[in-house]
């Protein structure tokens, strides 16, 4: 080991984590299903000052079973589940295609909090892709419109003049919509809460869906 990463590992080490006063997870008093218990923690860490909250790390693979992961925003939650939109000729779109299934994380270090879900993902239905597209700002659906994304770029120049245009056709019809945008809805089959705690005595609970409704299990740290 060099001295440099000696000396890595020790930084690494003191960063700090969490916040000294972080909440606390009682577990007695569980909802029903999580969605609820969600939006509660959602809303906790919007309260504590926690950046971007809605943001979320979308894990997928391809029919190879290559895993892929990046960071976009929750679009909405409701009994479909929780929902996200992206290009359908994307990496994670073609990802979604060929594997339908995903992970989201969301991790809020303001209140010490994590929510992973895992399960099946569906496409909604086109009209609703379209409102979401047309809700976007200006820049993000010409951003969109030019397409390629995550393929190989000559220029940046490239890329302006084609965002040039896009901004074009859409002051020229506004109402211009790709229909490969999609919003997608992943139900999840299992939602695991983690909350930390300043003894590392950190609580987990499992959801876990059965035909009947949500069992929930509280897990080792």
Known sequence: MTENSRDLRSWLRS?????????????????????????????????????????????????????????????????????????????????LTENPVAALTFFWPATGRQVRLTGSVAELPPEESARDFLARPLGSRAATLVGHQSEPLREKEDYDDAVSAALQQLATDGATVDEAWTVYALAPSRVEFWQASADREHTRVLYKRLDAGWETTLLWP
């Open 15 to 95: 960063l700090p984590v969490f916040p000294e006063q972080i909440p606390h997870f009682d577990t007695s008093r569980l909802s029903d299903a999580p969605e609820t218990l969600f939006l509660e923690w959602l809303e906790s860490a919007v309260a504590a000052g926690q950046a971007a909250a809605h943001a979320d790390c979308l894990s997928t693979s391809d029919s190879n079973a290559v895993p892929s992961a990046r960071y976009l925003i929750l679009k909405d939650l409701d009994e479909r589940g929780w929902q996200f939109a992206s290009h359908r000729t994307s990496p994670k779109g073609r990802d």
